[in-house]
Every structure is written in structure tokens, then in C-alpha cells.
């Protein structure tokens, strides 16, 4: 059942599941998608609507690289991989939203 703010969490937080998926190895869009719906087992969906416009933001802002990648008898597919910037953003953000969801519990917790 989606809830009133469903949709502004989860754009908060995209940047960092794309980025913490391609940390590991480099990753179609496809890819990426498929793995966030398998982690979150189904809370998270992603389409090409909503995915591939972050990719090209982040690869425009210089944290994700991507590249063409053509084999025989299968569609060319563009793979991306996190660039050094991407590694300390990503840092960044994993400690933010680290802080964040801390605080939650922390709240929640003590809430009578």
C-alpha cells in the first residue's frame, strides 16, 4: 500500500542505492533495477522513467562513468561504474542517511 510521502523518500534516496549497487562492480541500468527490486524484496521499484534520468545526472556530475558495450547477438547495453568522486559522495550520503535513520529509531524508541 503506498502512503502520502512514499514517492519523496524514495527520490531522496535513489541516488544512494544506484551508487552503493555499482561500488562493488559495474552495472547495466537494467541490472541496477532488477537488484533494487531483489534487496528491498519488492518495497522499491524503479522503472526506466525514473532510473535512467538518474544515471545520466550522475554521470553528468562526474560520479558514475558509463560506457557502450556491444556483444554478439545481444542488444549493445551502456554499463556504468562509480568514478573516486562517486566513491567519497557516496561515503557522504551513506553516512547521512546513517545519521538520519539513527535518529528515527532513536525517536521512535522513546516515544511513549
Known amino acids: 500500500m503506498k502512503r502520502p510521502g512514499d514517492r519523496e523518500r524514495k527520490k531522496g534516496a535513489t541516488e544512494m542505492l544506484v551508487m552503493s549497487l555499482l561500488d562493488s ?7 541496477i533495477a532488477k537488484l533494487i527490486v531483489q534487496r528491498s ?9 525514473a532510473l535512467y534520468p538518474i544515471l545520466y545526472k550522475l554521470e553528468r556530475r562526474g560520479l558514475i562513468d558509463g560506457r557502450w558495450v556491444e556483444k554478439p547477438g545481444e542488444r549493445r547495453r551502456r554499463f556504468y561504474r ?13 553516512a547521512d542517511w546513517r ?3 539513527d535518529a528515527l529509531v532513536r525517536v521512535a524508541e522513546l516515544a511513549p
Open 99 to 101: 545519521r538520519f535513520l
Open 82 to 94: 562509480l568514478t573516486a568522486a562517486g566513491r567519497r559522495e557516496l561515503r557522504a550520503l551513506k
Open 25 to 31: 562492480r559495474e552495472r547495466h541500468g537494467y541490472e
Open 41 to 49: 524484496q519488492g518495497e522499491l521499484r524503479y522503472g526506466s522513467a
